[in-house]
Nanobody, 125 residues
Framework: QVQLVESGGGLVQAGDSLKLSCAASGRMPVRYAMAWFRQGPAKERDFVAAISWRGVFTDFADDVKGRSTISRDGAKNTMALQINTLKPEDTAVYYC??????????????????WGQGTQVTVSS
């Protein structure tokens, strides 16, 4: 059983930076990709960023591209997302996700098998 646990959420001010972390545990798939999604108030869950097994390939949503970085530590099964210059519209519950074996970076949430419970990020103006 794979478990994903997010941390690092909270209340921040517009213009601040925030680093979210995801810790994976259990019987991890071989060469799995990981991603972050978010769901704002009264919105659908949207893709934020993804990273391949060795971190060679990354992808970002247009609204965070250029002000976000994603990284992972394969040995520790952890992943991090840092978003700079936060905006009120970044307010959302942020979810960590992982694919099954040999998964690729994707914007589609249907390709991710495992999900965390989410961590709330609130950006005040």
């Amino acid at each position: 059983q794979v478990q994903l646990v997010e941390s690092g959420g909270g209340l921040v001010q517009a213009g601040d930076s925030l680093k979210l972390s995801c810790a994976a545990s259990g019987r991890m798939p071989v060469r799995y990709a990981m991603a972050w999604f978010r769901q704002g108030p009264a919105k659908e869950r949207d893709f934020v960023a993804a990273i391949s097994w060795r971190g060679v390939f990354t992808d970002f949503a247009d609204d965070v591209k250029g002000r976000s970085t994603i990284s992972r530590d394969g040995a520790k099964n952890t992943m991090a997302l840092q978003i700079n210059t936060l905006k009120p519209e970044d307010t959302a519950v942020y979810y960590c996700a992982a694919t099954g074996e040999f998964g690729s970076v994707s914007k589609s949430e249907t390709l991710y098998t495992y999900w965390g419970q989410g961590t709330q990020v609130t950006v005040s103006s």
